[in-house]
């Protein structure tokens, strides 16, 4: 069974560096995208980018100027970066894994299997 | 972008009765690219539905999905106590991936 595990900095100052990574067990990364979303406390979800397994990525033009995501094929594991953060970057931070199901040839990408979430927190 | 408008905002309902959530897309999208989850308090949404009507794996067949075009419907055909949480819906074709706002059944 497939589990996935994010972990990194949960504090961060104005204009840091937010790095996160999601480690993924049980399962092969290939074949799969891997998404990041965002969830602001008492707010809904936002989808922040994916990767494919050969490096292809994806971002939300709302932060593609600041987000950079990264797949380790080695380590089993895929990362998060998003520069000069601000508080309205704080957020519950999920990865997921998304597959293609019947709908491969159309590349269309479903979330099926979540990470439980770490927060991050942007304060001076 | 695709914008995901759903309703009701929230619904008070009792165990037993029948849920209709709905859907709307800003603009016509594939039936193939239209997902729902649900997310408890605390926890990371879980996949119910994807490609508008097929049931993820696990979940019990009270949960139906439907729709077409702009207008996406989730049905629960008999609330359990465990079913009370936040509904979304998501579109993951095209780019910028989005979700609905989020539809809240509570306890009544």
């Known amino acids: 069974q497939v589990q996935l595990q994010e972990w990194g900095a949960g504090l961060l100052k104005p204009s840091e560096t937010l790095s996160l990574t999601c480690a993924v067990s049980?399962?092969?990364?290939?074949?799969?995208?891997w998404v990041w979303i965002r969830q602001p406390p008492g707010k809904g979800l936002e989808w922040i980018g994916q990767i494919s397994d050969s490096g292809t990525t994806d971002y939300n033009p709302s932060l593609k100027s600041r987000v950079s995501i990264s797949v380790d094929m080695s380590k089993s594991q895929f990362s998060l970066q998003l520069t000069s953060v601000a508080a309205a970057d704080t957020a519950v931070y999920y990865c997921?894994?998304?597959?293609?199901?019947?709908?491969?040839?159309?590349?269309?990408?479903?979330?099926?299997?979540w990470g439980k979430g770490t927060t991050v927190t942007v304060s001076s | 972008e695709i914008v995901l408008t759903q309703s009701p905002g929230s619904l008070s309902l009792s165990p037993g009765e029948r849920v209709t959530l709905s859907c709307r897309a800003s603009?016509?999208?594939?039936?193939?690219?239209l997902g729902w989850y649900q997310q408890k308090p605390g926890q990371a949404p879980r996949l119910l539905i994807y490609?508008?009507?097929n049931r993820a794996i696990g979940i019990p067949d009270r949960f139906s999905g439907r729709g077409s075009g702009t207008d996406f419907t989730l049905i629960i055909s008999r609330l359990e106590p465990e079913d009370f949480a936040v509904y979304y819906c998501?579109?993951?074709?095209?780019?910028?991936?989005?979700f609905g706002q989020g539809t809240k059944v509570e306890v009544k």
């Open positions: 049980g399962g092969s990364l290939s074949g799969f995208h």
């Open positions: 998501h579109q993951y074709g095209k780019s910028p991936r989005t």
């Open positions: 997921a894994r998304a597959d293609c199901g019947p709908y491969c040839i159309y590349h269309f990408y479903y979330m099926d299997v």
């Open positions: 490609g508008s009507f």
């Open positions: 603009q016509t999208i594939s039936a193939r690219y």
